[in-house]
């Protein structure tokens, strides 16, 4: 059993910058690749950034050049940097974590979400 829970979210004018947190506790040995997802009103849940094991990373198109996404093995934690951000970034953002399995053996992780709001 894996714990996530995430923290930074709020309120930010369209230019600002913010800095999501992502704490893992629990089995987390069971941890293999991290990333974070978002969701606006009425659209699909979507993912923002990917961070595997081994420390490489994919970023949606969206938000390439200005999101970075990192983790702090020390502290059991990862953090999405925002930075330039837009109206169009305004959505709950998850944490998300996997165990590396494949097939049946695959599993899954979710945080709560924190809310990120862009203002123009």
């Known amino acids: 059993q894996v714990q996530l829970v995430e923290s930074g979210g709020g309120l930010v004018q369209a230019g600002g910058s913010l800095r999501l947190s992502c704490v893992a506790s629990?089995?987390?040995?069971?941890?293999?690749?991290m990333g974070w997802y978002r969701q606006a009103p009425g659209k699909q849940r979507e993912l923002v950034a990917l961070?595997?094991?081994?420390?490489?990373?994919n970023y949606a198109d969206s938000v390439k050049g200005r999101f970075t996404i990192f983790r702090d093995n020390a502290k059991n934690t990862m953090y999405l940097q925002m930075n330039r951000l837009k109206p169009e970034d305004t959505a709950v953002y998850y944490c998300?974590?996997?165990?590396?399995?494949?097939?049946?053996?695959?599993?899954?992780?979710w945080g709560q979400g924190t809310q990120v709001t862009v203002s123009s």
């Open positions: 961070i595997t094991s081994g420390g490489s990373t």
């Open positions: 998300n974590a996997n165990n590396g399995r494949s097939g049946s053996y695959y599993v899954n992780y």
């Open positions: 629990g089995s987390i040995f069971r941890i293999n690749s």
